[in-house]
Nanobody
Framework: QMQLVESEGGLVQTGGSLSLSCEAS????????MGWFRQAPGNERELVAT???????NYAEGAAGRFIISRNNAKNRVYLEMNSLKPEDTAMYYC???????????WGQGTQVTVSS
C-alpha cells in the first residue's frame, strides 16, 4: 500500500509563505488523485486542494489564489505552496491520495503549520 510522508511544517508569521511536500513510497502516484486536507483544533478535516493525474487542480475557497498544489510524478511527490498565510490557516495538514472515488483515501501522518498573528 502506498505510504505518504509529509515534510516538516513550521511556524510562520502572518503574510508569510511556507511550502509543504509529500513523498509517496511503495507505489507510483501517477494515476492517483493527490491532495491536501487540514484540520484545526476543534474543527473537522477540510479539503484544501487536489491535483488529479493530468495535473488539473482544484482549490477550496479559502485556498484559491493563495495556495498552489503541484505534483511531480517522476519524483513521486506532491507539493503545497502556501502564500499570504493567515492565522486561520493554522492546522495540521495531511497529504492524501486515491485512484478513484470508490477507493479508500490514503493519508499521511500530518504536519503542523502554525501562523502567528
Amino acid at each position: 500500500q502506498m505510504q505518504l510522508v509529509e515534510s516538516e511544517g513550521g511556524l510562520v508569521q502572518t503574510g508569510g509563505s511556507l511550502s509543504l511536500s509529500c513523498e509517496a513510497s511503495n507505489h507510483s502516484i501517477r494515476m492517483f488523485t493527490m491532495g491536501w486536507f487540514r484540520q484545526a483544533p476543534g474543527n473537522e478535516r477540510e479539503l484544501v486542494a487536489t491535483v488529479i493525474s493530468d495535473g488539473t487542480t482544484n482549490y477550496a475557497e479559502g485556498a484559491a489564489g493563495r495556495f498552489i498544489i503541484s505534483r511531480n510524478n517522476a519524483k513521486n511527490r506532491v507539493y503545497l505552496e502556501m502564500n499570504s498565510l493567515k492565522p486561520e490557516d493554522t492546522a495540521m495538514y495531511y497529504c492524501v491520495g486515491r485512484v478513484t472515488i470508490s477507493d479508500p483515501m490514503l493519508w499521511g501522518q500530518g504536519t503542523q503549520v502554525t501562523v502567528s498573528s
